[in-house]
C-alpha cells in the first residue's frame, strides 16, 4: 500500500493528504514492528522477505498502470482480460499438476467460487481506481485482511 501512495503521487498526480501521509508512516513503522526481532531488536532480512518487497513493488507498479489504462479504456475489457489472462496461467499450471477436473459438486462449487470471487474483487477494485484514485483505492484493499478475520469469526 505504501509504494501504492508513493507511486500514485509520483506518476497519476494524485494529491498526499496528511492523513495518508500519516497512514504510511503507520504502514511503515508496522511492517517494522512485524519484520524486527524483539528477542534482539534487531531487523532480519532474509530471502522472503526480499521477495515480499519485490512483489509489493510489482504489485504497486500493476496498480499505477491499471489506473492510468482505466482513465482511457473500459473497465470491462481491462478486467476481463486480466482475469482471462490469469485465468489462462491457472489453468496451465493445473493441467501440469496433473489436475483434470472436479470429480463432485461439492468440488465444482468450490472451484467454481475460486474463479467468480477474485473476479467480482478485482472488478471492484478496477471499478474504484479512477473514481477515488490508485492511493486511497489500495487503502481500502488493504482492509480485506481484517474484514476476513472479522467474517471469518
Not at 493441467?95 to 468450490?110: E, F, K, N, Q
Request: net charge positive; proline share 2%; with cysteine.
Amino acid at each position: 500500500m505504501l509504494v501504492i501512495v508513493i507511486l500514485s503521487t509520483l506518476f497519476l498526480s494524485e494529491k498526499l493528504t496528511k492523513r495518508e501521509t500519516l497512514g504510511s508512516v503507520l504502514v511503515l513503522a508496522g511492517v517494522f514492528v512485524v519484520l524486527s526481532n524483539v528477542e534482539r531488536l534487531s531487523l532480519s532480512i532474509g530471502l522472503g522477505e526480499l521477495e515480499a518487497i519485490t512483489s509489493s513493488f510489482f504489485f504497486a507498479g500493476s496498480v499505477v498502470i491499471t489506473t492510468y489504462l482505466l482513465w482511457s479504456h473500459d473497465l470491462t475489457a481491462l478486467s476481463g482480460f486480466q482475469l482471462l489472462y490469469t485465468g489462462l496461467g491457472s489453468l496451465r499450471r493445473s493441467c501440469r499438476m496433473g489436475v483434470s477436473g472436479p470429480r463432485d459438486l461439492t468440488a465444482l462449487a468450490i472451484l467454481l467460487m475460486i474463479g467468480v470471487f477474485p473476479a467480482l474483487g478485482l472488478w471492484m477494485y478496477n471499478s474504484g481506481l479512477p473514481k477515488i484514485g490508485a492511493s486511497l483505492t489500495s487503502v481500502l484493499f488493504s482492509l480485506s485482511g481484517i474484514m476476513t478475520v472479522v467474517c471469518s469469526s
